[in-house]
């Protein structure tokens, strides 16, 4: 399945801070979470409980999670899109590790974090089929609104 036709996540502005905070509050381990909206577009984030036995290097969702997510989406009227995480004093650079676990067909979002400080998230789009992460720039909307 190919990338949404932009190639650009769009980010709203409270899931900007939101990811930037959650992955400063869990350094100097890895943060993770859910990212619900469309393919283009993330409305939510999920902070969700890494349960990786190294949370410094790796990040693991539990099923329990897993589920919760998709009543969270399913009650919103969104869709799970992927999966955001940090990289704890390294680059926003998918690593072996993000490439066997990632969202297939979907988005993962990794946040940088040197000393505590979120630097700018970075968006890639995994195709299963090839097996690899594509780039995207992560551009933050002026204004995001969601009505039910």
Same mark, same amino acid.
């Given at each position: 399945m190919e *990338?949404? /036709?932009?190639r650009a996540l769009r980010l709203g502005p409270d899931v900007d801070q939101a990811l930037r905070?959650?992955?400063e509050r869990a350094w100097p381990e890895e943060c993770c979470g859910a990212l619900l909206g469309d393919r283009a577009s993330v409305f939510v984030a999920l902070p969700l409980e890494n349960t990786a036995g190294d949370r410094?290097?790796?990040f693991l969702v539990s099923a329990r999670d897993s589920l919760?997510?998709?009543?969270? *989406?399913? /009650?919103?009227?969104l869709r799970?899109?992927?999966?955001?995480?940090?990289?704890p004093d390294a680059p926003a650079v998918p690593s072996a590790a993000d490439g066997s676990t990632?969202?297939?067909?979907?988005?993962?979002?990794?946040?940088?974090?040197?000393?505590g400080v979120a630097g700018d998230p970075r968006a890639y789009w995994f195709d299963a089929?090839?097996?690899?992460?594509?780039?995207?720039p992560a551009a933050t909307l002026q204004a995001v609104h969601f009505e039910r």
């Open positions: *990338a949404p /036709a932009a905070a959650h992955a410094r290097r790796g919760r997510v998709e009543a969270e *989406a399913e /009650a919103r009227g799970w899109v992927g999966v955001y995480h940090s990289h990632a969202w297939p067909d979907g988005w993962t979002v990794i946040i940088p974090v040197r000393a089929d090839l097996g690899r992460f594509t780039a995207a």
